[in-house]
Every structure is written in structure tokens, then in C-alpha cells.
């Protein structure tokens, strides 16, 4: 992955690329239920969670400072 210089008229403060700026991710969950009582097979459902960016801790931006 590479990141461009920062831009001389962007604050240092920058748009965080993880989450786009809105401090949140959605994250996907698959679940796995197993087989039911009249199923052979078990089937796989996808939850989506939205969740707290990592990579700003949820404010939206990321300082690439350093
Ligand atoms: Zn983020």
C-alpha cells in the first residue's frame, strides 16, 4: 500500500481512508448455523455490524504525521 505526500494545502489532520471519514466501519459477519432439525446441511448467514474505526478510533481522520 502506498500513500501519497501529504497535499501543502490539506491540514495534517487527513480523511481516514479506513472508514472514509465517518469514524465507523462496517464490519461483516458471517454465521454459521448449524443443521436444523429437519436439515441435513448447516447454512451461512451474513450480518453486517457497524463498529468503531481502528485505525482513528472513531474521529474520522488519521494523522500520518511521523
Ligand atoms: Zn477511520
Redesign the pocket.
Known amino acids: 500500500m502506498t500513500y501519497d505526500e501529504p497535499m501543502p494545502w490539506m491540514d495534517d489532520r487527513q480523511k481516514?481512508r479506513?472508514?472514509d471519514g465517518t469514524?465507523e466501519?462496517i464490519h461483516e459477519h458471517e454465521i454459521y448455523h448449524r443443521q436444523g432439525f429437519d436439515r441435513d446441511v448447516g447454512y451461512v448467514a451474513t450480518k453486517y455490524v457497524q463498529e468503531p474505526?481502528e485505525?482513528?478510533s472513531g474521529t474520522?481522520e488519521?494523522n500520518n504525521n511521523g
Open positions: 481516514c479506513e472508514c469514524g466501519v474505526c485505525d482513528c474520522g488519521t
